[in-house]
């Protein structure tokens, strides 16, 4: 295929997914074309738009043939928004997705040769399952193909989801299935009452504005929710009337927070927030574990599918009694606080001092006294065990961000050599990149995949790795 097929029709069988959502078809064995909106089994006419060397991506214009595993999406957004990618996918069919994802990661990425992943432990929730959402203001509203038809009155005014590609777009947002419908209820009013003041939103151009982001979190086992409303200025006035007109309309709410961000960046994040009414935190639960959640605290997505992946480590790690666990990347102290009842002492490492003086908290208000909480670069902590030649550690537990850990983390780590190696990840790809380094001295024992995130292709995996030596005898 050259560039001369460009705007081209073709007809295609879908035979994949890839990681980024797009489907995956074939005109022979070695190019792949790209199109939007396939599922495997479809038969397509989609029309070239982008050819380079070994592959192509077409945009589909007419399925010719339906796909068993194809339902039909429940959201009136999908295809627009970038959330639920795989919501037009059977959910069984999409915990095979990911399980492929899995093992393509390993055995591309990683050169795992006939490595057998078991199926993906599916989520009791496929809709209303986080409790974290991220909704933005912008004056430059997204207009779907049905705006288009319209007259749109307001496309100065949206709240809701940033399009991919389009870095100051964003599409109004009225309805969403990831969350519950209280925080449907209260985006809608954020909208309401704002357009009426005629409130600025944030530009990133002009740099001035007022509306900047709306979080909301809310907990699934206790119901307390959390709305935390960015912004660029402090008008406390103002945002008190705001509060009361949330606490008139929905009493669920049980905390509201004002943060005020002067950031050129847009980041859901404020340099310093006020409390407007509530305790300023929701507590949420793991198992017997409380923890407390303010609005910067990095906590699992997904509360009751947390509790089902952290037992599923406990059960695949063969923890004891008399273990020292090292605990990398340890956030708010979850894992940490959830496997102390197994161990003799958990360490807990993170970079981020917030997230520590959250995990102490936890820790002490659930009288865990075997943890321990420090604050350190990951890299470097490892590096100060092996010049002080330190292996006292049963087991080393990793749960690092997407990127994976540093290539000199990994090195570390082989000089360490702790009997046990726990590698928890939402990114397969950085997964299998980081484990190949560590299979110089280390090899599976098992593997876990377990969905955190119905509805899109991202999984979150489990691995335990153990010293060659040991695995062979």
């Not at 928004?81 to 093992?103: A, S």
Request: net charge negative; with cysteine; hydrophobic share 35%.
């Amino acid at each position: 295929m050259t560039k001369s097929d460009i705007d081209s029709l073709i007809e295609l069988k879908i035979i994949d997914i890839g990681a980024e959502g797009k489907a995956i078809g074939k005109i022979d064995e070695d190019f792949v074309i790209f199109v939007d909106n396939g599922v495997p089994g479809d038969v397509v006419k989609a029309r070239i738009k982008k050819v380079k060397i070994n592959y192509a991506e077409a945009k589909c214009e007419e399925i010719l043939t339906n796909s068993i595993h194809r339902i039909e999406p429940r959201c009136e957004y999908f295809g627009v928004c970038n959330g639920c990618r795989t919501q037009n996918i059977d959910y069984n069919y999409q915990l095979e997705l990911k399980r492929n994802t899995v093992k393509n990661a390993f055995s591309r990425i990683g050169g795992f040769k006939d490595i057998d992943i078991p199926p993906v432990i599916g989520s009791e929730s496929i809709f209303y399952y986080r409790n974290k959402l991220e909704f933005s203001f912008s004056a430059n509203r997204w207009l779907t193909s049905d705006d288009m038809d319209k007259e749109i009155a307001d496309k100065k005014f949206a709240l809701g989801y940033h399009i991919p590609n389009f870095i100051d777009k964003v599409l109004d947002v009225h309805n969403c299935y990831l969350q519950s419908e209280t925080s449907v209820k209260i985006v809608n009013l954020t909208r309401d009452f704002f357009k009426q003041r005629n409130e600025s939103i944030y530009s990133t151009k002009t740099h001035s504005g007022y509306l900047r982001f709306l979080v909301i979190r809310q907990s699934p086992i206790t119901k307390e929710i959390l709305v935390n409303l960015i912004t660029s200025e402090d008008r406390q006035e103002f945002i008190k009337e705001f509060g009361e007109y949330l606490k008139v309309n929905i009493p669920e709410i049980t905390t509201f927070i004002n943060s005020i961000s002067a950031k050129k960046s847009q980041i859901a994040v404020g340099d310093y927030s006020n409390t407007i009414f509530g305790n300023g935190y929701i507590t949420e639960y793991l198992d017997k574990y409380n923890f407390k959640i303010t609005p910067q605290t990095f906590f699992q997505t997904n509360t009751l599918q947390s509790k089902i992946l952290f037992d599923k480590l406990i059960e695949i790690s063969s923890f004891n009694k008399n273990n020292n666990v090292l605990d990398l990347y340890c956030g708010c102290g979850a894992i940490s606080l959830y496997i102390s009842q197994f161990v003799n002492k958990v360490t807990a490492v993170e970079l981020i001092q917030e997230s520590i003086n959250s995990a102490k908290e936890n820790a002490e208000n659930n009288k865990v006294t075997n943890c321990e909480f420090i604050v350190y670069d990951v890299k470097d902590y490892l590096n100060n065990l092996v010049l002080n030649d330190d292996k006292h550690f049963d087991t080393i537990i990793l749960d690092p961000p997407r990127s994976g850990i540093h290539p000199k983390a990994a090195e570390y780590l082989l000089e360490l050599g702790p009997p046990k190696i726990i590698y928890v990840s939402c990114n397969p790809t950085t997964q299998a990149r980081d484990i190949k380094l560590l299979s110089e001295k280390y090899i599976i024992k098992s593997i876990q995949p377990v969905d955190m995130f119905p509805q899109t292709l991202h999984i979150e995996n489990i691995v335990v790795l153990i010293p060659t030596e040991v695995g062979i005898s």
